[in-house]
């Protein structure tokens, strides 16, 4: 047996049969196990088609760890389900069951993932980053929480966003493995382009991207195309300026030939004139964009959504100056502090209903 037990939530299938093999442990065998362990959450006492000597050898070499599930709560208004977790760590994290909301017929789920306990990017708006950062999660403790949310969810599991608590960038090796174990066929079976890679803006983990060609969606939340403006809400501007993060999607956009994926979340009276509209346009010219519209969702009251008339003027405006276009995603769970920017890893709150 090995020295150090291997550890299956943490490694791709082809990672796994590479562990087993020298125990004498097909390759056929390590994948049907892999892939029972993770439909399962569990390793099988029996899988068809696996000897008993080569399961109870893989069985034996294997730990499946678990993240402890502390809390669960359902917004009443609208669905969203925001689960708090223990992993190897003392910290609780939280992730977040989005459903999808537009498609009755075929009812789905979104998972939002933690990839850190805090945040070390401080952003003006942002509940997760007044924590601080507290540490990275492993590979399995990010794969675990869809594992946990698939296991408690009625309908399938459609997508995951790296949107919840953390700078997935900054965590880049454990996400990036994450999101492979997810998107295997005999893993979670999750398409790599459902699985959404979210980023303010760190330019090596952009770069890096590009390079790997990695299959899923990057999306980098903007918000401001005025670095002055930009600094006071997102500190990381100071590091890795606008102009460089857009010459990184530039070529971004060149090597793989997507549309650059941009988030914008909106503030009144601070990045939702006519004028925010123009500078995202002179600043995006010639690159192909999405940009995703969020109301900002700030407890601490400093900052609040636009009202219906100043957000319209906003999308008349990017409609006349991006001609590019805009999606405004419904921002769920403001109830149960389940919204994007609310993340805290706290207990839920009160009004929320438990389940």
């Not at 050898?57 to 223990?86: C, M, N, W």
């Not at 990381?236 to 793989?256: C, F, N, Q, S």
Request: proline letters at 8%; hydrophobic letters at 45%; glycine letters at 6%.
């Amino acid at each position: 047996m090995p020295l150090v037990p291997i550890q299956l939530k943490n490694l791709t299938v082809d990672e796994f049969s590479a562990s087993l093999a020298p125990l004498g442990v097909s390759s056929y065998a390590a994948r049907r196990v892999h892939m029972a362990a993770l439909q399962q959450d569990a390793l099988p006492d029996t899988i068809d088609r696996v000897s008993r000597h080569m399961l109870t050898t893989a069985r034996e070499a294997t730990v499946l760890p678990h993240l402890e599930q502390l809390e669960k709560i359902v917004s009443p208004v609208d669905g969203f389900a925001k689960y708090l977790f223990r992993g190897a760590g003392p910290e609780p994290f939280e992730a977040v069951r989005i459903p999808l909301l537009h498609r009755p017929a075929n009812p789905k789920y979104v998972v939002c993932v933690s990839s850190q306990v805090g945040c070390a990017m401080r952003c003006a708006f942002c509940a997760t980053g007044r924590l601080g950062f507290r540490r990275n999660l492993a590979a399995w403790e990010i794969v675990d929480q869809v594992i946990k949310i698939r296991a408690d969810s009625p309908h399938p599991i459609g997508g995951v966003v790296f949107m919840g608590m953390g700078e997935p960038m900054l965590n880049y090796d454990a996400v990036m493995q994450a999101a492979r174990i997810m998107s295997e066929p005999c893993g979670l079976a999750i398409a790599g382009k459902a699985i959404s890679i979210s980023t303010v803006g760190i330019i090596p983990g952009i770069r890096r991207f590009t390079a790997e060609r990695r299959p899923y969606r990057l999306v980098v939340s903007l918000t401001s195309a005025d670095p002055r403006q930009r600094v006071s809400l997102l500190p990381i501007e100071a590091a890795y300026p606008t102009p460089d993060v857009i010459a990184a999607l530039r070529d971004y956009h060149t090597a793989t030939r997507r549309r650059v994926m941009l988030a914008w979340v909106m503030m009144a009276g601070v990045n939702t004139s006519p004028r925010d509209a123009e500078q995202l346009a002179a600043l995006t010219r010639g690159l192909p964009i999405q940009l995703d519209l969020i109301d900002v969702n700030d407890p601490t009251g400093r900052f609040h959504p636009p009202a219906t008339a100043e957000r319209d003027a906003f999308r008349d405006a990017l409609r006349t100056h991006l001609g590019m276009p805009v999606v405004r995603r419904y921002s769920g769970g403001r109830d149960i502090h389940a919204a994007c920017g609310m993340l805290a890893g706290n207990r839920a709150a009160s009004v929320a209903t438990a389940q």
